[in-house]
């Protein structure tokens, strides 16, 4: 599932792309791909056609499009994205072929390059969503709860440690929780821990502050790192808007390297299993903890 860099990726194409165009029409090909739209696929499309883009924002992992329904007006509602395991949002020609697994496509007012959502396994979504004042600024109502992420000027690295140290849980369980530091999945957890030299089943309770501050500040740069890369990509179906794919895979550390040597100390980096997923880790960098959240 693409992490915050890859969805950073997509919204800085789609801000280029998209920001001060007028939608013209929302075509929806497949319901599942606006389930969690309640109100239906024609109500959908209603809301999209006449409003402008005003600009794309992220959250984590999730990407949303503040809309102008009318020219002087704010922004009330936005188009809410969150990619899933396949999503990809394609811009291009509105003339070439259509995609196998395409499932809304959105054109503009100008008759210029649309806006087409890809989902070969259908697992992501798009709605039209009301946008709530929260703490950290507006966003769309179904992800309020959503913490800021370690890239956001709104991210407080103290209120992180504190939050952090209080849980009693693992320390990758923590870095997943959305509630809790957004944007964190599964490839960039486990590259945050080797370069913090911590264990993905160390108990948070037994952390030091400056163990946790390790964890973010490993965190941050890594994902940081990725962004310049263009991301991970592990098979074809996460890309940009124009369809390229990133290269930070080459650079990874440990997720993905079992059996092949740690670039810090030699041991060969081992893989456990974690929450029906897997854990990549270096036994001897990051040493199993006595007592662990497995």
Known sequence: MPELPEVEVVRRGLERW??????????????????????????FAGRLAGAEVAAVRRRGKYLWLPLLTEPAGAP???????LGMSGQLLVGDPERAREKHLRVRLSFGDGGLDLRFVD????????????????????PEPIRHIAPDP???????????????ARRTGVKRALLDQSLISGVGNIYADEALWRAKLHWARPTETLRRAEAARVLAGAREVMTEALAAGGTSFDSLYVNVNGESGYFARALEVYGREGEPCRRCGAPIRRDAFMNRSSFSCPVCQPRPRRGVF
Do not use: K, N, S
Not at 25 to 37: I, S
Not at 151 to 165: G, I, K, Q, S, T
């Open 18 to 43: 998209t920001a001060r165009r007028t939608i013209a029409a929302a075509e929806v090909l497949h319901p599942r791909a606006v389930r969690r739209h309640t109100e239906g696929a024609g109500d």
């Open 76 to 82: 009330g509602e936005a188009l809410l994205a969150h």
């Open 120 to 139: 070969q396994r259908t697992f992501g979504h798009l709605l039209v969503a009301d946008l709530v004042d929260g703490p950290h600024g507006a966003v």
């Open 151 to 165: 890239l956001e000027d709104a991210f407080d690295d103290e209120e992180f440690v504190r939050r952090m140290l």
